[in-house]
């Protein structure tokens, strides 16, 4: 009776040709190799992600949140002094008035991309990176997850800013367009967003990444017509500025705060430059998924 049992389990027990077997497709107990077990979307990955990227942030949301409000509202009073004296105007409004939304997208930009460029480079440099490979998400999932938190933290620190200048002598934030103010604040914050997930990719200390934020994102920012209309400036840095995608980003959000923009001067222009926007954040989101799906600098 033993020996039959024994012999009863062995026939029963996988052999390794039929494990072989299995795990080349061939077998029904694995999938085949390089085929995904999750169909579709996974929702619970990509929602995991999503809340762990948003609750880093909001432990710390002293220095995340709060902090560049403070830092924008010294901005706006340092300028108003300096440049807002004998009841200046620009636009036809005050000119606490005009400068205060660019303020705002500019403190939304420059946060969606310190948060997006933050979680795969602190992976990189603390060796926790395979927490984000592992788990079964696609390259999409990953880029869409990291990318809406650091949306989430921009919308939080424009509402932040707009409340404390709410509060500021000589502002005034009435709303003129909605659509302009929600779409150019977006398209703002997801291509910072991407850019920070790009340059988290690329770099490998945190030097990297400050090179980037204080050479290339903010002068870009600061110098896109957020104190002022280009038409003040030379022919030649009028070109300049309007190959910066910043400058069509503050400006159309200030069109939606005054009704006035200098992107143009009917409101085709405007609907064409959110359009470009939408296009040039694609082709930029279209680059960041090859590259993190190339596995560049992450994988290596």
């Known amino acids: 009776m033993a020996d039959q049992a024994r012999t009863a389990e062995k026939s029963s027990s996988p052999s390794p040709a039929q494990i072989a077997g299995d795990a080349s497709g061939t077998g029904s ?37 709060w902090a560049p409000a403070v830092t924008t509202l010294l901005f706006l009073v340092i300028f108003t002094v300096a440049l807002g004296r004998e009841g200046r105007e620009v636009l036809g409004v ?34 926790t990176i395979i927490d984000l490979l592992m788990p079964p998400l696609s390259e999409g999932e990953l880029m869409t997850g990291i990318v809406a938190a650091a949306i989430t933290r921009a919308v939080m620190v424009g509402g932040a800013v707009a409340l404390a200048m709410a509060f500021y002598p000589g502002v005034s934030l009435a709303v003129e367009h909605l659509w302009a103010v929600v779409w150019f604040g977006l398209m703002g914050a997801t291509m910072l967003a991407l850019m920070g997930l790009l340059t988290s990719i690329w770099a490998e200390k945190f030097d990297h990444n400050a090179a980037i934020s204080n050479f290339i994102v903010a002068p870009l920012s600061l110098l896109s017509g957020t104190f002022y209309v280009i038409s003040n400036l030379a022919p030649a840095f009028q070109m300049i500025s309007r190959a910066n995608p910043f400058f069509y980003v503050i400006s159309g959000f200030r069109y939606g705060f005054l009704g006035e923009s200098d992107i143009g001067n009917t409101d085709m222009a405007v609907s064409q430059a959110a359009l470009g926007l939408l296009v040039f954040n694609l082709v930029l989101a279209l ?3 090859r590259v993190l799906k190339s596995g560049w600098k992450l994988k290596d």
């Open 94 to 127: 005050p000119f606490a008035t005009f400068v205060a939304p660019g303020l705002i997208v500019m403190g939304m930009m420059q946060n969606a991309f310190a948060n997006s460029s933050f979680s795969l480079l602190a992976g990189k440099i603390q060796g």
């Open 287 to 289: 680059v960041v998924y």
């Open 29 to 65: 107990r694995l999938p085949p190799r390089g085929v995904p077990v999750f169909t579709g979307i996974n929702r619970i990955g990509l929602w995991s992600l999503y809340i762990k990227e948003v609750r880093r942030f909001l432990k710390v949301q002293t220095q995340t949140i």
